[in-house]
């Protein structure tokens, strides 16, 4: 099978359990090195990466093309506005003729089916770079920024989610249920996450709750985790943002966590809203190293769908 990198719960334990140690094992070759510098062994060289926008991006973009030039490749950067796919040119279409031109296409989109019907017709590996349902390239880093700090797997470990049941959401409850961490979501009623992903997940014997209390879900976690409570794409509510209130990230919710309890944002925040200044910009709060990880993550992923791994 291809592999595209499409969702967690595909990639599975010993692919993800891969990334992950090649993504700590190539961070620390290349210490003290220029960010330009191509990494020793160059795996991607004379490999290109294609990749395509339907909605904004800074970390994807910049770290996706970093990536492929640290391992000696290439990238082509281009918007779906900009390609006849923004014209209305079928998705498959698109697919065959990026195939036949580039070794991998990530494709960062507003809907999954979009993501989907790209790999089914595509012959190079796909990369979900974010969709409407999943962000797996978000979690694999914010895994790799808790197993840094902390020196251990994740494995084991227990995790807090606050807010909107979105993507990130989404992602991080297939990544429970393949990596063995206990994960609580704390989301209010009418924001759940995906049913269909909960329910697979559980399936899989993850060890995931859905709590209405803030309190509850942060209590005694090695990690908490918020994402910002609008979307890109969707309407300022005042309804939406009066039910999140309740699960705003402060120094007192914090308290409640673990003692070592560390903090992560996807980017970009919105101080006041889903997480104060003083949690964001604290001690516990790792978003600096969260959002370079999603550099050394990129590199794992490409090379593990390219079969370098």
């Known amino acids: 099978m291809m592999p595209h990198f499409l969702d967690l719960a595909s990639a599975r334990a010993p692919g993800l359990r891969a ?3 090649e993504a700590h094992r190539r961070k620390a070759a290349r210490a003290g090195w220029s960010k330009g510098q191509v990494d020793a062994d160059a795996p991607m060289a004379g490999h290109v990466l294609a990749m395509i926008f339907e909605k904004p991006s800074t970390r994807t973009r910049f770290s996706f093309d970093m990536a492929a ?4 490749g290439s990238s082509i950067v281009t918007s779906a506005g900009d390609m006849q796919l923004g014209r209305g040119e079928p998705v498959a279409d698109t697919a065959r003729v990026l195939s036949r031109m580039v070794d991998v296409i990530m ?16 012959s190079v590996p796909v990369v979900n770079g974010l969709t409407d ?3 797996p390239c978000q979690v694999l880093a914010d895994i790799m920024t808790y197993e840094e700090r902390s020196g251990r797997p994740v494995a084991g470990s227990c995790w807090s989610y606050l807010g909107d049941g979105n993507n990130m959401a989404n992602s991080l409850i297939e990544a429970a249920s393949v990596l063995g961490f206990d994960l609580r979501l704390g989301v209010p009623h009418g924001y759940d996450p995906d049913a269909a992903v909960m329910a697979t997940a559980c399936a899989r014997g993850g060890a995931i709750d859905i709590v209405r209390s803030a309190t509850a879900a942060v209590e005694g976690a090695d990690v908490v985790v918020t994402d910002t409570w609008i979307s890109m794409g969707q309407a300022d509510s005042k309804e939406k943002l009066a039910a999140m209130m309740p699960f705003q990230v402060t120094e007192a919710l914090m308290a409640k966590a673990g003692p070592e309890a560390l903090f992560l944002h996807c980017l970009p925040a919105h101080r006041g809203e889903e997480v104060t200044a003083d949690v964001i910009d604290g001690p516990r709060s790792l978003i600096w190293d969260e959002a370079e990880n999603r550099l050394h993550v990129q590199k794992a992923i490409l090379l593990w769908c390219l079969d370098r791994l």
């Open 19 to 21: 990334i992950l140690d």
């Open 133 to 135: 349902i999943s962000h």
């Open 69 to 72: 030039r640290q391992l000696g």
């Open 107 to 122: 494709l960062r989109s507003n809907v999954h089916q979009t993501l989907e019907a790209l790999a089914a017709a595509a």
